[in-house]
């Protein structure tokens, strides 16, 4: 019943932008942290951006002041917002989170992965 909607993959010229969406569904108390990851061809999948309930935010070196992780509590939504994007940054990006199922338990779930594609 919970699932991770993702949305806004593409395809990109190098320098260009992108905005990312991943949404809730189903029976979600609440959200502790959502975040991206992402796995480009033959490399292990690496953490991009991660924000937390009360609002810290973490980047990889890679993208830190390219991309911007942003959320909308009411929509249960995590946004990540790409800019000046590079060959490099062609992935698979998939959303994480970190959800409230019961007053007792958290659970962590994955989406499906939407990709990303730079031209240069």
């Known amino acids: 019943q919970v699932q991770l909607v993702e949305s806004g993959g593409g395809t990109v010229q190098a320098g260009g932008s992108l905005r990312l969406s991943c949404a809730t569904s189903?029976?979600?108390?609440?959200?502790?942290?959502m975040g991206w990851y992402r796995q480009a061809p033959g490399k292990q999948r690496e953490l991009v951006a991660r924000i937390t309930s009360g609002g810290s935010t973490t980047y990889a070196d890679s993208v830190k002041d390219r991309f911007t992780i942003s959320r909308d509590n009411a929509k249960r939504t995590v946004y990540l917002q790409m800019t000046s994007l590079k060959p490099d940054d062609t992935a698979v990006y998939y959303c994480?989170?970190?959800?409230?199922?019961?007053?007792?338990?958290?659970?962590?779930?994955w989406g499906q992965g939407t990709q990303v594609t730079v031209s240069s």
């Open positions: 994480n989170a970190d959800l409230v199922l019961t007053f007792t338990r958290t659970y962590n779930y």
């Open positions: 189903g029976s979600v108390l609440s959200i502790n942290a």
